[in-house]
């Protein structure tokens, strides 16, 4: 996206228009970890953010919350880190090189927290959330923004979403508009700097004085009469913007985000669009990617008909994606719900399939390969099955992210931040650069033992080297690798102090240090044992009171031994510490 004339838009000229506070949210959640150009998005980020700071307005009172900073997995993980204050650049800039990057994303509490903060409801206020992320606590920021726009005095959110798909855009956008501040999507380090230009150093005036757009023509015109669940074909004319999609919604609503369902104009015209699944009357619309914000510029009344057998589903589905399918026919022992390729005819040999019997809606499986796939009603019927409704679906490639340190010690456990299809089956692996099977991981994790749906850990090996941390898809037709990025770990460091000579079957202490990650141990065993079983004695260090400190018994036979540590790693158990010591 281009950011020239925003500052025009955002009418930004003029000093004595300068907002009275503001406050930046900075997305300091575990996918923050994800690189963009080889850099994590984090660094890039408290780059960007310093830099620009040093542009700010003299006069403008920032302050920075951050949220995911803090804990794993907690949606409250929400801290006010500067309050708003001129001249407060330079502490912003330290608290954002102090944030660790690893919890959730409660984005929509964050920016309410922000508004309060600003005391919003009784002046003047603006708030800037970069994200790069959807919201993954249960809220809804398009609600969010509509009661902030109502309850506010002059209250404006602008939302950069940095590294964000499109249809992540499209679920945190709304929260921008309906404060009439801007979306910007930033794909790399100059698009954040420039959507962080515009909306934290620009002067913004008031919204009473921001120029009107012209909105440009557009026309929207149904073919014929959906069914339930039914595709529908669109004409249309119009701009043609990216981003401009086709929308159906509720007879005469006017919100934008929501919709029952799109299609994007880049289709072409005619478009195909699904119908919703109850019978009524909904409203077709054109909606256009402004350069403030989204606007409705055609709009029709369309009917859905009823339908003895219907298939209500997505028309898109990324591959390996499980979905609900709400049926409607006769509903037999025997029936059943599949996905055949697109053309196909037969009554066997489906790619995925779900009996009816098993509930309504259904639930079955996205095949694993992107294409054009036909789902179907099939009739058991005493004489042969039959075809009873066939609905077209399209599967395409999923997305999927791996966001994590990339470069850790050794045998230590690695935290990895998540996106993807979450399938029964999909899994996160270990395994050496390079390595192309997707089978022989040196460790792995399935998603969906998942506690929060977005994070995971697995040991790491205990060798240093070059690694790769990878999504696996364990889709109907094979497994397929989604997402892999590179993962460096570093020798493990260890330490151990203890007595030179000790007494036959007397106990004694020792001090060590270590990664001490689950299942490592300080053992004694007899000088020069390579072994990593058999120790005539061992200490977990996850038992140490301090953690620092254990003891150990010596042996009741006099000898030369060696205290060691060992790491317990991805791949097999490693010495990485050992010191002699002598039993008299």
């Known amino acids: 996206m281009a950011f020239a004339g925003l500052a025009a838009f955002l009418g930004l000229a003029s000093p004595a228009n300068a907002a009275d506070r503001a406050i930046i949210v900075l997305d300091a959640s575990g996918s923050m970890w994800g690189q963009i150009d080889g850099r994590p998005k984090l660094q890039i980020a408290r780059e960007t953010l ?16 951050a949220y995911g900073h803090r804990q794993k997995g907690v949606c409250s993980d929400i801290e006010l880190l500067v309050p708003p204050a001129a001249g407060s650049a330079s502490a912003i800039a330290e608290a954002a090189d102090d944030l660790r990057f690893l919890g959730k994303t409660p984005l929509s509490e964050a920016v309410k927290q922000a508004a309060e903060a600003l005391r919003y409801t009784e ?15 249960n809220a809804d920021p398009c609600a969010l923004g509509v009661e902030l726009e109502n309850t506010g005095v002059d ?43 515009d909306t934290v150093a620009a002067k913004p005036a008031p919204k009473e004085e921001a120029a009107e757009v012209v909105l440009p023509p557009a026309t929207v015109a149904p073919k014929g009469t959906p069914s339930i669940g039914a595709p529908l074909d669109v004409e249309w004319s119009g701009p043609g913007a990216e981003g401009d999609y086709i929308d159906i919604v509720p007879l005469g609503s006017e919100k934008i985000g929501n919709e029952l369902a799109y299609a994007y104009v880049e289709a072409g015209s005619p ?65 059943y719900i599949d996905i055949v390729p697109a053309g196909y005819a037969e009554f066997s040999g489906e790619l995925s399939y779900a009996y009816v019997e098993s509930g309504n809606p259904v639930s079955i499986r996205a095949p694993g390969n992107a294409g054009n796939y036909a789902l179907r009603y099939v009739l058991e019927a005493p004489d042969g099955r039959k075809l009873l409704a066939e609905v077209p679906l399209t599967v395409v490639e999923a997305r999927a992210s791996l966001a994590f340190q990339p470069t850790v010690m050794a045998g230590t456990v690695l935290d990895i931040n998540w996106t993807g299809p979450a399938a029964a089956g999909d899994y996160i692996d270990l395994v050496p650069a390079g390595y192309t099977d997707v089978s022989g991981e040196l460790a792995y994790f399935y998603v969906e033992n998942s506690s929060d749906g977005e994070s995971a850990s697995v040991k790491t090996a205990g060798d240093a080297g070059s690694y790769l941390v990878r999504y ?3 889709g109907p037709d ?18 151990i102090a203890a007595p030179e000579a000790v007494e036959a079957g007397t106990s004694f202490a020792f001090e060590w240090t270590g990664p001490n990650s689950g299942g490592d141990y300080v053992d004694l065993v007899p000088r020069g ?10 200490f ?14 010596a042996p009741e036979a006099a000898g030369e031994y060696d205290i060691r540590y060992v790491l317990e790693a991805a791949g097999g158990r490693k010495v990485v510490a050992r010191v002699p010591i002598s039993v008299q």
């Open 50 to 65: 310093r830099s620009v700071l040093g542009d700010l307005p003299a006069d403008l009172e920032l302050g920075l919350m």
């Open 123 to 137: 002046d003047r206020a603006t708030v800037v959330l970069i994200t790069d992320g959807i919201e993954t606590c």
């Open 155 to 197: 209250f404006t959110a602008h939302v950069v979403g940095f590294g964000l798909s499109r249809e992540e855009g499209r679920q945190v956008a709304c929260l921008a508009e309906e404060t009439g501040g801007r979306y910007i999507q930033a794909g790399n380090e100059a698009e954040l700097g420039d959507a962080l230009t």
């Open 271 to 335: 478009l195909r669009i699904r119908a919703p699944g109850k019978v009524g009357q909904y409203t077709l619309r054109y909606v256009w990617e402004g350069p403030d914000r989204r606007h409705v510029l055609a709009a029709v009344t369309i009917d859905v008909a009823d339908s003895d057998t219907a298939l209500v589903a997505p028309a898109t589905v990324p591959i390996g994606k499980a979905f609900e399918v709400t049926w409607k026919g006769p509903g037999q022992a025997g029936d």
């Open 472 to 474: 696996v898809l364990e």
């Open 478 to 495: 094979g497994r397929r690798v989604l997402a892999a990025e590179p993962l460096v770990l570093t020798p493990a460091q260890a330490s």
């Open 529 to 538: 044992y390579t072994e990593v079983s058999g120790e005539l004695a061992y």
């Open 540 to 553: 977990y260090t996850d038992m140490s009171q301090d953690g620092k400190t254990g003891t150990l018994t």
